[in-house]
């Protein structure tokens, strides 16, 4: 399983940027994504979740600006509008798949511990 983000960049306070991850090497089975943050001296955190019947979850900090979406099982987008200075941080999505995605029924996990498959970040910097 491979996961490879993009769309990272600079972007001034109050605008806006969208991330997209592609997943590669999900044959079989359901697939539940997510995005994650890690700020500079900070720990890494939960931005937002999808599943595959369309339920998503937030980070308190960042609900009603950002939003996830799937244009298909295998590829996610993060689309973050009214940017703040703090949301500076390598992005990264994270997947889990297969009979794992049971274990999560009716809710859309934004653990950091219950993701399997992690891409290697994409840096988003939020500066005038």
């Known amino acids: 399983v491979r996961l490879v983000e993009s769309g990272g960049g600079l972007v001034q306070p109050g605008g806006s940027l969208r991330l997209s991850c592609a997943a590669s090497g999900f044959i079989f089975g359901d697939n539940i994504m997510g995005w994650f943050r890690q700020a500079p001296g900070k720990e890494r955190e939960g931005v937002a979740c999808?599943?595959?019947?369309?339920?998503t979850a937030y980070a308190e900090s960042v609900k009603g600006r950002f939003t996830i979406s799937s244009a298909h099982s295998e590829n996610i987008g993060l689309e973050m509008n009214s940017q703040k200075p703090e949301a500076t941080a390598v992005y990264s999505c994270?997947?889990?798949?297969?009979?794992?995605?049971?274990?999560?029924?009716?809710?859309?996990?934004?653990?950091?511990?219950?993701?399997?498959?992690w891409g290697q970040g994409a840096q988003v910097t939020v500066s005038p």
């Open positions: 999808i599943k595959q019947d369309g339920m």
């Open positions: 994270a997947a889990i798949w297969g009979i794992r995605t049971a274990a999560f029924a009716g809710r859309c996990p934004t653990g950091i511990g219950e993701y399997d498959y």
